[in-house]
């Protein structure tokens, strides 16, 4: 296994056109009683700041800062704003966004206009690795929200059905930049219905690190007994252990990850009918293994996006982050690589409840022949009772 980077690649960029940038950000820190420690030469990108609060707690960032404006352009809408995403020469490849593998920084991918004072962040998970000299482009009417609000989330828009994964943008006003930095910590690697679904909670009031976790549930928190257990592994107290994992991002984003899932485990755990259900814990499988009267079944655990169709319908963006080179339908899933899927509806409900379906009921990919479509609704076809579906699935 390759060892993690411990710093991020550095490029060399205009001083000149990077500290209106800098500015803005240290100037937002320091707007709200935050006392900047560090920040590197703006002759350098990305960004980096380490900072102290006013409550003395202290951050550190990496920020890959570009402008962001509206300028018209031949052939584009005229109420198109963009962020141009370019460091060093065009190369055509692939540039990571370095993420510390300490959880010391956070990382932000954002655009900044200085002029009419407003920022816009991208999801650096999503979007690593990253093409230079490529725009990320939202609307004036998303500026407006910004800049009447101080604070506004939104589904980018995509030219077509199949251009990549939907993302969530969020945008802010200078005295939410704290806000921003916080909230970008808290919502490490979420899914992108997560993801809109902290932004609208940071919308309303601000993150603090005991409530930031969109998908933290209370019902599971380890039983007193095994938080004993591994207290005492780790040789700390249960309050520290607990502790630990809210500090430390890596550890919340790596716990977080298997709460909808652990969800799904125990509610199909009680269908009837069912034994030998397990986890698994393979990348780029199902999430659970089961039987079903005998019969083996897998499901693979999908999170619904935050908005809705006009209809109230829920919508599942089924497709895979990253597709393999050279193979564009590689991103998309097949009916074979599992026998059911199961959409977690909490990201709009707030609540961890399931709707089913077997994959062949759900509409093949328009171009790419023996995958499905990534543009799902949950319709009729979805359902809410789980042993139908395990019943049609194991074809009894």
Not at 63 to 79: M, S
Not at 109 to 137: W, Y
């Amino acid at each position: 296994m390759a060892k993690p980077e411990t710093s991020p690649r550095t490029y060399r960029v205009s001083a000149r056109d990077k500290q209106p940038l800098i500015r803005f950000m240290t100037d937002a820190l320091h707007a709200d009683g935050c006392r900047i420690l560090y920040c590197s030469p703006p002759s350098e990108a990305p960004t980096r700041i380490t900072f102290e609060t006013a409550d003395g707690e202290r951050f550190g960032i990496v920020a890959y800062a570009f402008l962001a404006n509206q300028r018209l352009t031949k052939n584009r809408p005229d109420d198109e704003h963009r962020l141009q995403v370019k460091y060093g020469s065009r190369d055509g490849k692939l540039h990571e966004l370095w993420q510390d593998p300490y959880g010391l920084y956070t990382t932000l991918f954002l655009g900044i206009n200085p002029e009419q004072r407003f920022f816009v962040g991208a999801d650096p998970v999503l979007h690593s690795p990253t093409k230079m000299f490529i725009s990320i482009e939202f609307k004036q009417e998303q500026a407006d929200a910004i800049l009447q609000t101080g604070w506004h989330a939104w589904e980018r828009s995509r030219k077509t059905a199949d251009a990549g994964p939907i993302e969530v943008l969020v945008g802010g006003r200078p005295e939410r930049f704290l806000d921003y930095v916080r909230f970008e910590r808290d919502a490490l690697a979420e899914d992108q219905g997560h993801r809109q679904l902290l932004a609208e909670r940071a919308g309303h009031s601000p993150l603090r690190p005991v409530e930031a976790s969109a998908s933290h549930p209370p019902d599971l928190v380890p039983s007193p007994a095994r938080l004993h257990d591994l207290a005492r592994e780790f040789e700390l107290s249960q309050r520290e252990v607990m502790d630990l994992i809210e500090s430390a991002p890596r550890l919340k984003m790596a716990v977080r990850g298997w709460v909808a899932e652990e969800h799904l485990y125990r509610q199909v755990q009680g269908v009837p009918d069912v034994s030998e259900c397990k986890r698994i814990t393979k990348e780029g499988g199902a999430d659970i293994a089961l039987r079903f009267r005998g019969a083996p079944l897998t499901i693979e655990c999908k999170n619904v996006l935050r908005n809705t169709t006009a209809a109230g319908v829920a919508r599942v963006d089924f497709q895979r982050t990253r597709a393999s080179k050279g193979d564009p339908c590689s991103r998309y899933y097949s009916p074979r690589d599992f026998d059911v899927v199961a959409a977690c509806l909490h990201a709009v409900t707030e609540r961890w409840e399931f709707r089913y379906v077997v994959p062949t009921r759900l509409a093949p990919h328009q171009r790419c022949p023996g995958k499905l479509g990534n543009n799902v609704r949950l319709d009729e076809r979805w359902r809410s009772d789980a042993h139908r579906v395990f019943s049609e699935a194991a074809g009894l």
